[in-house]
């Protein structure tokens, strides 16, 4: 394709890489350009409208604008634009963050450690499980269990972590000490007749034997999403947490909960863990932490780690580990506004209200040819196309399903968010009901598009 000289798409595609993208395709295709957002509405630079069923990246909770946070970002800067958190210095935005965060953590948690990203996070974390077994003397616990198809991130410890091959390929990695066990899927990886709750039992008992042949004494921690986002909006199946969670104890491995997409009233409660009984020694958050308005996540530790990094600064001195825009006071700022927007609009109870509406809404687009389950909770849902939904038959990959629905969506103005034939739903938590009307009669449209190509 040829571009306008000097037009907008022209310019991204001479001088932008994207992520998550084709390059080749993209030199093609060239950009989106969002130029505004309004509730969960956003517009491309030729006026057309579209309704974001994925809040951006699971992320813009507020939904894409918002002048109060704006005035509290504006404030904050012309006050204290920046200062860090290093050698014992503070601000006072970092500070009532850090004390929120503990006050509304899923179990009780010691202190709060603040980096810019999810994956910065994620990171941490792993740091942290390895500062902690050093601490208490055993230094060969260096191993890390995540799942099949986790998305954790993509610094090079938490790409590694992730288990979605695509995002090694090419790269070397993982690193060899990150390990991965069964997809909790339970819909495409169910045996015929097994339950749910024989298939966690059947989950756990993997998890068991993978700890097993790597040698308990060498691991470190498991990291788990309570419900698997880029994975495809996976549910854990019935008793998954509990039985995993045993298995854990059993051999004392650490388990770090990445809430990066479920904090903050995601799933229906405030986050992840409490829905699903989930008792983690670290918690990492990001996104509606701030509802992406700014770049800011954090590690809520326990305090049992908490101890160990103390008995490592008797033992080294400093903590050495840090970021320079760690607890930005900026993005700090408005995080704390946004803890106080969830608090008056009762984000919770919004969840459970509103969750419920999206649940029914696209719950009956089960009755489609082209889908074959929908299953979610709160304010996430996946769909899975299917050529036979009864029998559980997937369509030939080749016809790409998936691709060809997202495309047909955004002609009818709905953004979606596609993994292979699932489509992820995860708007922002504002939306309200006639939105989520309208997303389902769009996606509707979107669907049936696709069953006439396909026939
Ligand atoms: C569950 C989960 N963890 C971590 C991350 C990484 O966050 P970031 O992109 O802010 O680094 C993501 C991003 O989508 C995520 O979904």
């Known amino acids: 394709?040829?571009?306008?000289?000097?037009?907008?798409?022209?310019?991204?595609?001479?001088?932008?890489?994207?992520?998550?993208?084709?390059?080749?395709?993209?030199?093609?295709?060239?950009?989106?350009?969002?130029?505004?957002g309004d509730g969960c509405r956003v517009y491309d630079n030729s006026g057309h409208e579209y309704i974001e069923s994925v809040a951006g990246l699971w992320c813009a909770s507020l939904g894409f604008s918002s002048e109060r946070l704006a005035k509290i970002a504006y404030e904050q800067m012309r006050n204290l634009g920046y200062y860090h958190l290093y050698r014992h210095r503070s601000s006072e935005s970092a500070i009532a963050l850090a004390e929120q965060l503990v006050k509304i953590a899923p179990v009780p948690m010691a202190r709060v450690i603040f980096q810019c990203s999810g994956s910065e996070a994620n990171d941490t974390a792993i740091k942290l499980a390895w500062y902690y077994w050093n601490a208490v003397?055993?230094?060969?616990?260096?191993?890390?269990?995540a799942r099949q198809m986790a998305?954790?991130?993509n610094t090079c410890a938490a790409v590694s972590l992730s288990g979605k091959p695509d995002m090694h390929a090419g790269f070397g990695l993982p690193f060899a000490n990150f390990k991965h066990t069964e997809f909790p899927h339970y819909y495409r990886r169910h045996?015929?007749?097994?339950?749910?709750?024989e298939f966690s039992a059947r989950m756990a008992e993997a998890l068991e034997a993978l700890i097993q042949a790597e040698g308990p004494e060498t691991i470190a921690a498991f990291f788990a999403e309570p419900v698997m986002?880029?994975?495809?909006?996976?549910?854990?199946?019935?008793g998954y947490f509990e039985k995993i969670q045993q298995v854990l104890r059993k051999y004392d491995i650490l388990f770090v909960a990445d809430e990066?997409?479920?904090?903050?009233?995601?799933?229906?409660?405030?986050?992840g863990c409490q829905t699903f009984g989930i008792q983690p020694d670290m918690l990492t958050s990001a996104k509606a932490l701030s509802a992406a308005m700014l770049p800011i996540s954090a590690v809520l530790i326990n305090e049992r780690i908490h101890e160990a990094m103390l008995a490592q600064s008797d033992k080294y001195g400093n903590f050495a580990h840090g970021f320079t825009y760690a607890g930005h006071p900026v993005a700090a700022a408005v995080a704390l506004e946004v803890q106080k927007i969830y608090a008056e609009i009762d984000i919770v109870s919004r969840a459970k209200r509103l969750g419920p509406v999206l649940q029914s809404t696209l719950g009956r687009l089960r009755a489609h040819p082209?889908?074959?389950?929908?299953?979610?909770?709160?304010?996430?849902?996946?769909?899975?196309?299917?050529?036979d939904g009864e029998k559980c038959i997937p369509f030939d990959s080749d016809l790409k399903v998936g691709t060809r629905v997202d495309a047909a969506a955004m002609r009818h103005g709905l953004i979606i968010r596609v993994v292979g034939d699932r489509l992820v739903f995860a708007p922002p938590l504002v939306i309200e009901s006639h939105e989520i009307d309208e997303i389902g009669q769009r996606l509707e449209r979107a669907l049936d598009d696709v069953a006439r190509e396909l026939k």
């Not at 998550?20 to 093609?28: A, E, M, S």
């Not at 003397?137 to 269990?145: A, D, F, H, M």
């Not at 045996?191 to 709750?197: A, N, S």
């Not at 990066?260 to 986050?271: D, K, Q, S």
Request: proline share 6%.
């Open 370 to 387: 082209l889908v074959g389950d929908v299953r979610g909770m709160g304010f996430i849902l996946g769909m899975e196309l299917m050529r």
């Open 151 to 153: 998305y954790h991130g």
């Open 260 to 271: 990066v997409i479920c904090g903050f009233a995601r799933t229906g409660e405030m986050w």
């Open 229 to 238: 986002g880029a994975g495809g909006a996976i549910l854990p199946p019935k």
């Open 1 to 36: 394709m040829t571009y306008i000289p000097n037009s907008i798409e022209a310019r991204d595609v001479a001088s932008l890489v994207h992520m998550q993208t084709n390059l080749r395709k993209h030199q093609q295709e060239g950009p989106l350009v969002i130029v505004r």
């Open 137 to 145: 003397g055993q230094p060969r616990r260096t191993k890390i269990i």
């Open 191 to 197: 045996q015929p007749g097994e339950t749910e709750m």
